[in-house]
């Protein structure tokens, strides 16, 4: 994989130059490190016992398992008591009911006119899951549609790009809420469609398939073009652990060209990283479209609710000129306050120190037998090839949470053609319409005690994991099959160990 990654970067010289961790205070490794993480990394031969620290997912800053949906909610667990208090007003600020301009409430008006929720945790439900729309009239909060159309410019320095822009009248994504006077853009509608699928021992599980599709647009029609995506909030926790994973780690497992041959071919996202003003790897967002937490913050504040920050100073988010009323509307700027932003530089601060130290659970179960019956066969239908176990993060300064950390988030950050099943058919940068990235696999088993709900996937289609896994197919396909003829019993093993995670 390395090889290929190199030949690939050979072509793109100025990529490879800035395809670093420049947003990270990185403390160089010595040699004796770089020898010591690569014996830690080695694959696991004795499946009838733990590995060394397994039970520790993100290390020394793994929190307990607590019975209770507020599992995810907990700060990482090597933090200092003197930086507690900043975790707790990020967590005040993630859960700010925001209200529309003007308002008496200057320190959270500024809301919109249009937006998704009114909330960070509005969408991130517990620091968990988003959710599908249980009934057809029942609330989208948690869940929305990217909107795009082809064509458009594409930033300089990033090879294989697909150019893309927003809809000319309503952005880049469906707001389907307003502040009192304006109308919402419109609604999202799905329809289920029932697939039953009959694995090996003849047991029939039913996926169920969605179909999506923009309703009642409030400000003329939208363009004949446009291309939709659906998006459930994903989980919070790790997410300052897999921000500190070395991008060199990351890309040395990229193998675009399936060099090796074994039908797994990932791919890095790299992005124009607003901050940074230069290509960077892509690590957040489904398709690995922010390059950090707190672009991946910022990107929320203004397109999910239409708050300004440094890295997005439009107070209408994302309102276009075909919406005027929204841009013409009072905002929640005024100078001399709060930096002249909805969304101070101090607030963003606390906001992305808060995501970035959202504990991970530790494992439950991990010495059970039939737990470790189920990596083993976890590792022979070669699932760890896109969801790589392990990790030692960078040594960081002034990042004591996140230095120096052996995680096992189960992702390998990279992207991957999921095939025709799963594809959205909208292109996101260097994600094609039917390539997500790996999603980390950490705190998967406790969705269900978090969220209310076991719904996986992008859009949540996946009612169990057992769904989730027979929707693989792509790149994904030969593992997907090895799962469906699996006896019951292999078969339970593999959730059970997946539940244990």
Sequence with gaps: MRLALILCLAAAPALAQDLDDRHLPVIPRTPGEEAKIAAVLTPPTDFTRPEPFEAKPAGAATVRAIATADAFSQHSGNMAFEREMDFKLGNALFRKTWVAAPSSTLASDGLGPLYNARGCQDCHLKDGRGHTPPTPDASRVSMFLR???????????????????????????????????????????????????????????????????????????????????????????????????????????????????????????????????????????????????????????????????????????????????????????????????????????????????????????????????????????????????????????????????????????????????????????????????????????LTGQVSGHNEFMHDGRARSLLEAILWHGGEAQSQRDAVAAMQPEDRDALLAFLGSL
């Design 147 to 445: 909107l795009s159309i082809p064509g458009g410019p594409a930033p300089e320095g990033i090879a294989d790009w697909i150019a893309t822009s927003p809809d000319p009248t309503y952005g880049g994504q469906l707001q389907d809420l307003a502040a009192p006077g304006h109308p919402a853009e419109g609604r999202m509608e799905v329809t289920w469609e029932e697939t039953p699928v009959t694995l090996g021992d003849g047991t029939t599980v039913n996926l169920r398939a969605p179909s999506y599709s923009f309703a009642d647009p409030a400000y003329g029609a939208p363009s004949p073009d446009l291309m939709l995506s659906p998006r459930v909030a994903p989980q919070m926790i790790g997410l300052g652990l897999l921000e500190a994973i070395p991008a060199a780690d990351i890309l040395a497992r990229a193998d675009p060209d399936d060099a090796d041959g074994d039908g797994i071919s990932g791919r890095p996202q790299i992005v124009p990283s607003v901050e940074f003003g230069t290509p960077m790897l892509g690590r957040f967002g489904l398709k690995g479209g922010a390059p950090t937490v707190r672009e991946q913050s910022a990107g929320a504040f203004s397109g999910d609710m239409g708050l300004s920050t440094a890295l997005h100073p439009d107070p209408w988010g994302d309102c276009t000129t075909g919406e005027p009323t929204c841009i013409d509307a009072p905002h929640g700027q005024e100078p001399g306050i709060r930096d002249g932003l909805e969304v101070d530089g101090q607030s963003l601060d606390l906001v992305t120190f808060y995501a970035r130290n959202l504990g991970v659970p530790e494992r439950r179960g991990v010495d059970d037998p039939q737990v470790l019956r189920g990596k083993e066969l976890f590792y022979a239908a070669s699932c760890q090839g896109c969801h790589t176990p392990k990790y030692v993060t960078n040594r960081l300064k002034d990042q004591p949470e996140q230095s120096f950390q052996l995680i096992w988030p189960y992702t390998d950050l990279l992207l991957h053609d999921m095939g025709p099943g799963l594809a959205d058919n909208r292109p996101e940068g260097r994600a094609t319409g039917s390539e997500w990235k790996t999603p980390p696999l950490w705190g998967i088993g």
